[in-house]
């Protein structure tokens, strides 16, 4: 079955500093999203990461504070800027496979503590 | 926007008995999906049910989309099935975000 992978599964950063999440997955996929899960919460969408073009932010969420690249088909990065203790969450990509426009898939998460 | 509700929040249940969850949505779906999400955080699909009856093994999922609730049956439970179970709704087939309920979390002892 297909794979989607993300770097790093885990990391501990200091307040003021940026991480940046891999998301890669081994074949094409119609659809990219990143994801938050925040302690004991249920998973809010950050962004639609759009190949090529600007990520699609929801509500709540701006490109200065987590700006997501897309460069292909099967990769995607989104970057935690500027962090503070409130962004220590689970954050997931997720996708939907090329062929198959009814299910959506989630990556294992990578897990942020930020001290 | 689309409200999720799922209900009970949380579920204790001794190793072999049954249970169901439950999910009321706010609006007309043409997406809808229920996740375990294990201890380790990894998010597993079980099923996509727009509507209808699907099964798979112990598990079986029902959604009623006129009425605008979706149930998932668990039977005979182990252990393993214990984590975080969601559903999740889209206004539009698979392309467009989900969006999440809070989750019935279940233990299951032995």
């Known amino acids: 079955s297909a794979v989607i992978s993300q770097k790093p599964s885990r990391d501990i950063c200091q307040r003021g500093t940026s991480l940046t999440i891999q998301c890669q997955v081994d074949?094409?996929?119609?659809?990219m999203f990143w994801y938050r899960q925040q302690p004991g919460q249920s998973l809010t969408l950050i962004a639609t990461?759009?190949?090529?073009?600007?990520?699609?932010?929801e509500s709540g969420f701006v490109i200065d504070k987590f700006p997501i690249s897309r460069p292909n088909l099967t990769f995607s990065t989104l970057t935690v800027s500027n962090m503070s203790p409130e962004d220590s969450s689970i954050y997931l990509c997720?996708?939907?496979?090329?062929?198959?426009?009814?299910?959506?898939?989630f990556g294992p998460g990578t897990r942020l503590t930020v001290l | 926007g689309i409200q999720v509700e799922q209900s009970p929040p949380d579920l204790i249940l001794q190793e072999g008995a049954n249970s169901t969850l439950r999910c009321n949505f706010s609006?007309?779906?043409?997406?809808l999906q229920w996740f375990h999400q294990n201890p380790w955080g990894q998010l597993i699909n079980l099923f996509y049910?727009?509507?209808g009856t699907k099964q798979n093994g112990r598990l079986s999922a029902t959604t009623v989309a006129t009425e605008r609730y979706s149930l998932l049956y668990i039977s005979s439970s182990q252990t393993t099935d214990s984590g975080v179970y969601f559903c999740?709704?889209?206004?539009?087939?698979?392309?467009?975000?989900?969006?999440f309920g809070k989750g019935t979390t279940l233990s299951v002892s032995s």
């Open positions: 999740a709704v889209a206004f539009n087939q698979a392309g467009t975000a989900l969006i």
């Open positions: 997720s996708v939907v496979w090329r062929g198959r426009t009814d299910t959506q898939y």
């Open positions: 074949s094409q996929v119609t659809m």
């Open positions: 609006d007309s779906v043409n997406n």
């Open positions: 049910i727009p509507s």
């Open positions: 990461a759009n190949q090529g073009s600007e990520a699609t932010y």
